[in-house]
Every structure is written in structure tokens, then in C-alpha cells.
């Protein structure tokens, strides 16, 4: 199994780029950030420095939109990535809460996205593509570039995409029932396809805090320190119910019946422990969606997610125990996984 590190790109972008190397010397391959340009730094200028002070570690946002930047600019940003530090970014794409919703704009449609994902690999990766009825080619790609684009998705629509047209899939969530049920849900949509369903990697991403016990108190911290990213699915999961209802058989109550006591959402703090925002968020939310408590825990659900399918569990790490987090996953998890 691969691991990720994300981060939101708070400034000092030093300390990104710290945590970053930090990571890979712990074992991860990845590094992903948030892409919101009101809310944090420009993550594409601070790849650049990841990539720089890394030697291995792919990196990407989790996710990008194709509302904020215009396609071409995304794929030219990119491929210049990789024409710099070899082929090592990945494209996560994705609908666009926090990056649209701030600016004033409502969040892409699957329509706008399919187009966008075409046209950025294609570009990415040195070919033709069509940017509404004018063919461009960036002449200036090396033979071999490969831009490898994920979607993130929860709804039937978008895991049914996700299987016909992306490169890999991003469930922002580590509940072991809900992502059977969806990656099984865009393994189905490949074949279906024509595809193979191997071919379409399978990441899992969710905030994960190692505790020295499982005591009373040590969980509550730990929940209490990643109780937001209840509420930052909970963004999409509103949308779900809005566009199905209740209780509809397209979405499964595991997934939609905790948003009832949602009151609203400030995108201020977005992302952040303490958000004031998410205390409707119950403990049970934390403990599926979230990986905590001693790092047998971490390895036990960790096995279990691979599985399933799993091929990355990516660490949100937006918390009061980053570097312990990091280096407890270098330590102790992520050699019982892959030993």
C-alpha cells in the first residue's frame, strides 16, 4: 500500500515543504495538498519546492477543480512539473467546494468535469486536444510525459464516471462498509466499460491521529482533533441529499444520515480542528470516517482497506500532532503494513 501526506498550504509554505520531506523520509510517496486560492497559498508554486526538496514523492491536490484555472493553464502547470522533476504529479480533480463556493460560484458539474479531465491528460501528456473548437498541443512535451488524473466522488453519478473515465479514485473517507461499497460501485462502472478495473487506482484519504493508549480521554482528543473532516464531507453529503432526498436508495444512509442536525457551514474554517461548525459531527462519524487511536488500530483498519481494494491511504494531517503523526506512521504503521 502507498501513503500520502495532505496538507492544506497554511503559510510559511516552508513548513509544508518541511512536513513534506518529512513524510518521505517516514515512507510516504505522495504528497497532496488542498487547492482553495482564497482560503491557502497557491499549491502549484509550492510543489515546485516539494518537488525540489524531494527525491520520490508524487504530488498533487486533493483536489482541483476545473472552474478555477482554465484547462490548458492546468495541464501546462503540470507537465512543466514534469518536465522539471521527471513524471511525478498527479491530477486530483474533483467538483470544487471550498475553491468555488468562497469565490461566489457553485461547485462544477460531472459534465464539466469529464470534459476537463479529457482535455488536461490529453494535454499533459503531449497530445491534441480540443478546448471548444480550437485544437491545441503543447509542442514543447518530451515523448514519455504521463499525467495521471483521479476524481474524487461519493455520489452514483460520479463513482459511475469515476470508473468509466478516470485514472484513479479518491474517497474522502475510511468507513470499511461505505468504501466496499463504493469502490465496488467504480470497479463495476470499469468493466461495464470495456476497462480494466485494476486499472483504476483506488486512494482512500481521511485524518489519522496515533495515540499512546485507548484510553477514555486519549480517543476523545483525537476525536475532537479531527471532528472537521465530518463536517468537510458533510459539504458533499448536503448536496447528495439535496439532489436524491432521503432515504434514497441511490445513497446510503451510512453516508447521509448524520448531516440531519447540520446547521450550516462557515468555509473559514474550513479544514481546521475546532471548527465550530462540526459539532453536530457525532463520535461514531469520527471513528468510521477517520483513523484514530494506537497505531495497532491504524495497522488494523489499514489491512482491512487494503482488502477492499485500497492501493493509498492518504493522512490528512491537519491537527495538533503532525510530526508525531508522520513519524508514528514511519515508525510503527507503515512497516507492519507493507513488512
Known amino acids: 500500500m502507498d501513503f500520502g501526506l495532505v496538507l ?45 526538496n524531494t527525491t520520490k514523492l508524487t504530488v498533487g491536490p486533493m483536489v482541483t477543480n476545473p472552474g478555477t484555472r482554465t484547462w490548458e493553464v492546468t495541464a501546462s502547470t503540470f507537465a512543466t512539473l514534469n518536465d522539471m522533476f521527471g513524471n511525478r504529479t498527479v491530477c486530483g480533480i474533483g467538483r470544487g467546494d471550498s475553491a468555488m463556493r468562497v469565490a461566489g460560484r457553485k461547485p462544477n458539474t460531472l459534465a464539466r ?7 488536461i491528460r490529453a494535454l499533459g501528456r503531449g497530445d491534441e486536444a480540443d478546448l471548444g473548437g480550437t485544437v491545441v498541443r503543447f509542442p514543447w512535451i518530451k515523448p514519455g510525459a504521463e499525467l495521471p488524473v483521479w476524481m474524487a466522488a461519493y455520489g452514483p453519478k460520479a463513482l459511475k464516471m469515476t470508473g468509466e473515465e478516470a485514472d484513479g479514485f479518491i474517497l474522502q473517507l475510511s468507513d470499511l462498509y461505505l468504501t466496499e461499497y463504493m469502490v465496488k460501485a467504480v470497479k463495476d462502472a470499469a468493466v461495464a466499460a470495456g476497462r480494466d478495473p485494476s486499472e483504476v487506482t483506488i486512494c482512500v484519504a481521511a485524518p489519522a491521529y496515533v495515540t499512546e493508549d485507548d484510553s477514555p480521554e486519549a480517543l476523545a482528543h483525537a476525536r475532537d482533533q479531527c471532528r472537521w473532516f465530518g463536517g468537510m464531507v458533510g459539504n458533499h453529503v448536503a448536496d447528495l441529499v439535496a439532489k436524491y432526498g432521503e432515504h434514497s436508495a441511490a445513497v446510503p444512509d451510512e453516508l447521509t444520515d448524520y448531516i440531519k442536525a447540520r446547521q450550516g457551514y462557515d468555509y473559514s474554517h474550513h479544514g481546521r480542528s475546532g471548527n465550530p461548525d462540526t459539532e453536530f459531527v457525532p463520535d461514531e462519524i469520527v471513528d468510521r470516517f477517520c483513523v484514530i487511536g494506537p497505531a495497532e488500530k491504524h495497522i488494523e483498519k489499514l489491512n482491512a482497506l487494503r482488502e477492499l481494494g485500497v492501493d493509498q491511504f492518504a493522512v490528512y494531517d491537519m491537527h495538533d500532532a503532525q510530526e508525531a503523526t508522520i513519524d508514528a506512521y514511519g515508525t510503527k504503521v507503515i512497516p507492519a503494513v507493507n513488512g
Open 113 to 119: 468535469i469529464s470534459e476537463a479531465m479529457k482535455v
Open 8 to 52: 492544506q498550504t497554511d503559510p510559511p509554505a516552508s513548513r509544508v515543504i518541511s512536513l513534506m520531506k518529512r513524510a518521505e523520509r517516514n515512507g510516504f510517496s505522495y504528497g497532496w495538498t488542498f487547492d482553495s486560492a482564497v482560503l491557502w497559498q497557491e499549491p502549484f508554486v509550492i510543489y515546485s519546492q516539494i518537488l525540489a
